[in-house]
């Protein structure tokens, strides 16, 4: 008796990852207001820290996230995004990398 084997498809990638990008874009002008809103001192603290829990998370996770991302970028459009965004994960240049990474994105794929 012989047994046939279904192959399944492989998902495609989604195309949602360019959001906890955009989370990043917007944690940084929250998380500055914050610091000249309100004075510093420990309440004020309790109010910026979730933010800046949640951007560092996004932070160190963006190398996987561009790498997600750059999967569906690649699929869908002629763009292959740069080695260079990969480099989110350091700190001075996280303030510019998502900025110019969403810019780049929008140009090719039209999402943001």
Known sequence: MSETVVSTSEHPPTEKWWMLIGVLVAIF???????V???TDVYSSLIAAPFALLGGVIMLLSP???YFDKQY???VSDWDPSGWYYWMIVPPLALVLPYLYLYERH???GTP
Do not use: M, N, R, S
Not at 29 to 35: E, T
């Open 73 to 75: 970028v690649t699929t």
């Open 37 to 39: 809103a309100f004075p």
């Open 64 to 66: 996987l996230i561009v």
């Open 29 to 35: 002008p929250i998380l500055a207001f914050l610091a």
């Open 107 to 109: 140009k090719y794929v």
